[in-house]
């Protein structure tokens, strides 16, 4: 079902409650699609918007680098968006098409755009101790772990994710130890094959960072992590990066199930009249795995806010773009695009070279790829993404992939 010109006006008012990276990017699509109507961007931070990706990256990394915001607040103003920082929705009254905020203000609206995103999983029996515990979802955060990675501190990195493996590079490259404490046997193993988990640990060790596995977090006593086998980590910070969950408590005012986050379509449309989802709160239809999940990644919150903004503006623009995302971790760059959920894996190139790529076969179909410090194969998987592909080309890595798009 496509957008129906009957659902647009572009003098609705649009209430955009998450002023993170999609919130942001929605509210301007919305303006270059030509609505005309009142726009207002609601975020509890008290910061312009922002891009996270930043926070494990520049600002840990660097001690001169300073937040980057999408725009100041005189560029929202100029593109007649209503800015409201440090802003909390109390009560959605839907009826009456109404949001009441925690300060006293209300803000009204035709349709409603949730971008709330997710808040970071939490250590609560680590929690209230003598050892800072800290998750890494805000430039708060950012800021005191910055604070924290002085040459000599013992870091322990609970979870070993993509936040905690680029936590970790960031302590490591600032003179600190680093200890990963993973409750898994290997690391990432839900997002990465086997073949690139077990290179990114290499590279790890090879700076100093020591990985312990099969084990949690138990307490904290006398300086130390207490791990579940009765081991003990001497720690300056505990740094916890176990996942996220989605922010859905404005979407269970107006009945939305919030099993997974917000159920969309390719419209960004909800269950509810009016209503839309964006970004890593809004749950998405994978036909390859047959089920609805979120989707986190920074390409998401940024082209399908874009895509559902435009919808919104009465352009027929439905989003089904494959998942992407990339991490960097010392000089090693990992990119991934689409699912290898189930498919067969093709290795291409040589582990040991440092460059290389698995791809994910199903059918006779690319259905994903993962490449290791190889951007240029990557540019290329991406438009090969659900073609039908010859395996024997994919394992050359002689062969010139472009030549499989014609």
Not at 240 to 255: C, F, M, T, W, Y
Request: hydrophobic share 45%; charged share 20%.
């Amino acid at each position: 079902m496509s957008v129906s010109a009957s659902d647009v006006r572009l003098d609705d008012r649009i209430a955009i409650v998450g002023a993170g990276q999609a919130g942001a990017r929605a509210a301007e699509a919305l303006r270059s699609a030509g609505h005309i109507g009142e726009i207002n961007l609601i975020g509890e931070e008290p910061h312009p918007p922002y891009e996270r990706p930043q926070l494990s990256k520049e600002i840990l990394l660097d001690r001169s680098a300073a937040l980057a915001s999408i725009k100041d607040r005189e560029g929202w103003s100029g593109l007649g968006v209503s800015l409201h920082t440090g802003a909390s929705v109390a009560e959605c009254e839907f009826a009456n098409r109404r949001l009441l905020l925690a300060n006293g203000a209300s803000v009204a609206f035709d349709r409603l755009v949730i971008a709330t995103g997710v808040v970071a999983r939490s250590a609560p029996a680590l929690e209230n101790s003598a050892i800072p515990v800290r998750t890494l979802r805000t430039i708060e955060d950012a800021l005191f772990l910055r604070e924290a990675f002085t040459p000599g501190a013992r870091i322990v990195l609970i979870g070993g994710g993509v936040i905690g493996l680029e936590t970790a590079a960031a302590a490591v490259k600032s003179g600190c130890s680093a200890t990963v404490v993973e409750a898994a046997a290997t690391l990432l193993s839900r997002a990465l094959p086997a073949e690139v988990a077990a290179f990114l640990q290499r590279q790890h060790e090879a700076e100093g960072v020591a990985f312990r596995f099969g084990v949690v977090g138990e307490r904290v006593e006398d300086g130390a992590l207490v791990l579940s086998d009765g081991s003990r980590l001497p720690a300056d910070c505990i740094v916890v990066g176990v996942g996220s969950e989605p922010r859905v408590a404005l979407g269970a005012q107006i009945g939305l199930d919030c099993a997974e986050g917000f159920r969309v379509d390719a419209y960004g449309r909800t269950d509810a009249p009016g209503v839309f989802a964006i970004g890593d709160v809004a749950a998405q239809w994978s036909e390859q795995r047959g089920r609805w999940g979120r989707v986190e990644t920074w390409a998401n919150a940024q082209n399908q806010a874009i895509a559902v903004a435009r919808c919104m503006a009465g352009q027929d623009a439905p989003y089904r773009d494959a998942p992407w995302f990339w991490t960097d971790q010392y000089d090693v760059n990992v990119q991934v695009a689409g699912d290898l959920a189930g498919a067969d894996l093709v290795l291409r190139g040589d582990i040991a070279s440092g460059r290389f790529a698995v791809l994910g076969v199903q059918d006779g179909v690319l259905s994903g790829a993962v490449t290791v410090n190889n951007r240029k194969d990557m540019a290329v998987l991406r438009k090969l993404a659900t073609r039908r592909v010859n395996r024997a080309d994919l394992e050359n890595p002689s062969f010139d992939l472009r030549k499989a798009l014609v």
